[in-house]
């Protein structure tokens, strides 16, 4: 690279010569390494132990993750003066691992160790979806709206969506079922013409893309490991002969294998929504899973889960880039993963995903119903059954004839108007008036309850559900637009079929519960008449006059009473206990192995219905996922940047935490690749711009690359057009400064961390100062790399023959603004958060427990107050 200026280079050793130490103040910046200036430092607060951050991209919100074990998200507003920013905490169930804001910037999404994403309300800290699609830890998450600007119009929801009765929120027990009923949730929430594309991944290599963070549209597993965690089931994704289809012909053999002992970083969806980069770590690189921090025993990462370097030297020491891309190879990889699919059908797809969401919801509602009257139910009827088993006993020990049962007793005490001697000693010795009176109220409350849950809830759901399976079938028979995606009429009108056969068998509910709401009456009235005529048996006045006020059986019900027990029909309501079914309870939802005429009871039907309609879900999946292929393979060469210091307690502590794996935000010694989409003008597709700082050198420098990577049709050649920059910090052999942590910040733009080393006034060490810089990419100058392949030893990024490196100091006057003097706490920075669009960006330092915020956009003076905790 070019040489920076002899003048100060020569000022800088007579200063030293005389034993003082070259200040690098707020407004005083170092010659070749930016313009002079002080952007203001909006807080200086303690942190916790972090494991990741991300500012919100519409409002002056900061999300936190803490790392384990205490695994909470909290949101701040470090940008007002209020002394207690923090705006909610939540804890997060299984370990978070990973967070990303919504392009909206109203919700949030977290992933964790169990494998499962979680979508927060950003204002409230109120859980709206939570989904399991992956089975290893969750390593990446990444939003991008669905809106690609075609200017279509919005898609509105249909006019049955606002026609049909709302679904009510569940009463949870027969005492409470007659309170004000609210709106129950079971609708997707987010409004279908903006969905927005959630895209996660996790250390077994599965990448899912899904619609509004709770449908999955796409599913393909990139690398594998040997099998899912125990006790855990299998996510969804291809097949093994469907992840072999996704590498073309023309990549180099055994690039698949490579990947296995990979684990992913990052990953990035295009805005045109074409396609998809997924960044990978080293081999045996572990993600934030695996890893614990040095020092910190009690947590559950272990640094001995993970595949270890040898020695520090063989993660942090100079490397070359190996010839040909292999399982052992220390460089970064990069997939870049055709899914055009997404763009061309977006239209179809929102219809589709937020129909087949919407159907899910509601089927999870009639499931959720049915459960919870088959709950309430058994709480009602358990009593009255238990009673009628000890008179079935009674019978049986006072019987005469071995034809002797309790209906010929029932039928002698109807006939003669006095008990028998089995009935009465049941009414002496086993029950008495209060508490038939009590069963009979809790048996009664358990009828009206499920009137009332099939009546209001269920026959509702199910009107919901035909007509949602109606409008579904209805876009399914457009073949051309809905097919390809995976929505055909066949197994919607097999769905059409069980909702039907489920409204049925509430019909058949209503009239069994009709029947055995006669039948107990007459069964109660009989009984408490015999129980009041015995002279040990006092009924209260209050009691009495219950008895008396129930009167006498009807006629009508009476014969039907008198039928039941000709016909020896149950007497403790098993035909309706058997119509509603067992509560099985969320582990059992899928019903395995029950075939759908089995399903007689409402309980089964309800899981049958969800297990057919999450395989709509699945086809969908399939169908996309069928069409994703790998367009590129890239490998990028980024030693760590700390390989580079001179500072020993840095390059320690970067060694120590290069071997343990330690990943950012917390530690320091990995690489710093980050990828992200910019747009590369009318009539171009998004180009793919990756983000390092590379060590292994004399300086640390900072490298700019970026990938035009085409979508071609199957089977063609797929050509890449790459070019890179590199620049350098400046400073001198004395006083060398380092590029440590970098960021895209807005379009064009990157912000860096620089680590500016010096000699000290005594004893002769090394001492650091920091400071961050906003350059202007775009007067950088990028060479064209000639030969760039998609696959093979031609894909590689960051060898030093690509690019010359140029000074900061080189870059036309304004493309460099900078802030130094720093504090201290800034040079064991191990992450470094921006957002253009708030104009902020964030420096966080693990060891030192520090998070500072600068606005980027403002310039205050040294003496601004610099809120400290």
Not at 568 to 578: F, H, P, Q
Not at 766 to 788: E, G, Q, R, W, Y
Not at 816 to 827: A, F, Y
């Amino acid at each position: 690279g070019r040489s920076c200026s002899e003048t100060a280079l020569a000022a800088e050793l007579v200063a030293m010569e005389e034993g003082g130490i070259p200040s690098v103040g707020a407004g005083e910046a170092d010659e070749g390494t930016g313009q002079a200036c002080s952007f203001r430092i909006w807080s200086d607060r303690s942190a916790s132990d972090l494991e990741a951050l991300e500012w919100n991209p519409c409002m002056d919100l900061l999300a936190c993750l803490t790392a384990p074990p205490d695994s909470t998200m909290s949101i701040y507003r470090l940008l007002a003066e209020d002394q207690s920013p923090k705006l909610l905490s939540e804890k997060i169930t299984g370990v978070g691992t990973a967070l990303a804001w919504s392009p909206c910037g109203r919700k949030i999404a977290v992933g964790d160790r169990l494998g499962g994403v979680s979508v927060y309300d950003g204002e409230s800290g109120a859980v709206l979806h939570v989904r399991r699609p992956h089975a290893h830890p969750v390593s990446a998450l990444s939003w991008v709206s669905d809106s690609v600007g075609d200017g279509a119009p919005p898609i509105e929801d249909p006019p049955w969506a606002r026609m049909l009765p709302p679904l009510l929120a569940m009463p949870t027990s027969a005492s409470n079922m007659y309170t004000e009923a609210h709106d129950a949730e079971a609708t997707a929430s987010d409004a279908p013409g903006d969905l927005g594309l959630l895209v996660s991944a996790d250390e077994g290599g599965l990448v899912v893309v899904s619609a509004g963070g709770s449908f999955t549209l796409q599913a393909s597993r990139l690398c594998g490991m040997p099998g899912p965690p125990p006790q855990q089931e299998q996510a969804p994704g291809p097949s093994p002969g469907a992840r072999a289809a996704l590498w073309p012909q023309q990549c180099p053999e055994g690039s698949a294998e490579a990947l296995i002992s990979r684990r992913p970083k990052a990953v990035r969806l295009s805005p045109d929504l074409r396609s998809l980069a997924v960044l990978f770590g080293p081999p045996g690189s572990s993600s934030s899973s695996t890893a614990a921090p040095e020092g910190d025993p009690s947590s559950p990462r272990t640094p001995a889960a993970t595949k270890a370097p040898s020695s520090p030297s063989a993660r942090m020491g100079d490397q070359a880039s190996s010839a040909a891309f292999g399982a052992e190879s220390p460089d970064d990889v990069v997939l870049v993963l055709d899914v055009r699919k997404l763009a061309v059908r977006r239209r179809e797809l929102i219809m589709a995903s937020s129909m087949a969401e919407r159907l899910s919801a509601v089927t999870d509602y009639a499931r959720r119903a049915a459960e919870t009257l088959a709950k309430v139910w058994k709480s009602g009827v358990d009593g009255f059954a238990k009673k009628v088993r000890a008179l079935e006993d009674t019978v049986e020990a006072h019987r005469l004839s071995p034809d002797s049962t309790v209906h010929q007793d029932l039928l002698m005490t109807c006939c003669s108007g006095n008990p028998s001697d089995a009935l009465h000693t049941f009414l002496m010795k086993q029950t008495s008036v209060q508490q038939l009176l009590r069963l009979e109220r809790g048996l009664m409350q358990a009828l009206d309850y499920a009137n009332l849950i099939v009546t209001t809830r269920l026959q509702v759901a199910c009107h919901h559900l035909i007509t949602i399976l109606h409008e579904m079938h209805a876009r399914a028979g457009w073949e051309q637009k809905f097919k390809a995606i995976g929505l055909e009429p066949g197994p919607l009108e097999g769905l059409q079929a069980q909702a039907g056969a489920l409204l049925r068998l509430g019909e058949l509910l209503l009239i069994e519960c009709s029947q055995a709401r006669c039948f107990a009456k007459t069964f109660f009235q009989v009984l408490l008449r015999m129980a009041s005529k015995l002279p040990d048996q006092t009924p209260s006045a209050s009691e009495m006059s219950h008895i008396a006020n129930c009167g006498s059986p009807t006629r009508e019900d009476l014969d039907e009473f008198i039928a039941r027990l000709q016909h020896r029909g149950s007497l403790d309501l098993s035909e309706v206990t058997a119509r509603i079914g067992m509560a099985r309870g969320t582990a059992d939802r899928n019903v395995r192995g029950l075939p759908d005429a089995a399903c007689c009871s409402v309980v089964d039907a309800t899981h049958c219905l969800a297990r057919e309609v999450e395989k709509v879900g699945d086809r969908i999946c399939a169908a996309l996922s069928s069409h994703t292929s790998v367009l590129a393979c890239i490998q990028v060469h980024a030693p760590s940047p700390w390989t580079s210091l001179a500072v020993p307690e840095l390059k320690a502590v970067a060694s120590s935490n290069a071997v343990a794996s330690v990943p950012s935000a917390r530690g320091l010694g990995h690489s710093t690749v980050m990828l992200a989409w910019e747009s590369a003008g009318q009539n171009e597709g998004p180009c793919l711009l990756a983000l390092w700082t590379g060590g292994g050198q004399k300086r640390s420098e900072l490298h700019i690359s970026r990938l035009r990577v085409p979508p071609a049709p199957p089977g063609a050649p797929v050509r890449v057009h790459a070019e890179r920059a590199c620049l350098q910090a400046g400073g001198s052999s004395a006083r060398a400064a380092h590029f440590l942590l970098c960021e895209t910040y807005g379009a064009g733009k990157v912000a860096a961390l620089i680590v500016q080393e010096y000699a000290a006034a005594r004893g002769g060490a090394v001492a650091a100062s920091a400071s961050v810089c906003l350059i202007d990419t775009t007067d950088c100058v990028f060479d064209t790399l000639p030969n760039f392949a998609a696959f093979g030893p031609a894909a590689v990024l960051g060898m030093p023959s690509q690019a010359n490196a140029m000074c900061l100091g080189d870059l036309p006057e304004g493309s460099v603004r900078r802030r130094d003097n720093l504090p201290e706490s800034c040079i064991w920075a191990s992450a470094l958060c921006a957002m253009a669009s708030r104009g902020v960006c964030s420096v966080y330092a693990w060891r030192a427990r520090r998070l500072l915020t600068l606005d980027m956009e403002a310039e205050g003076d040294e003496d601004d107050d610099e809120a400290g905790n």
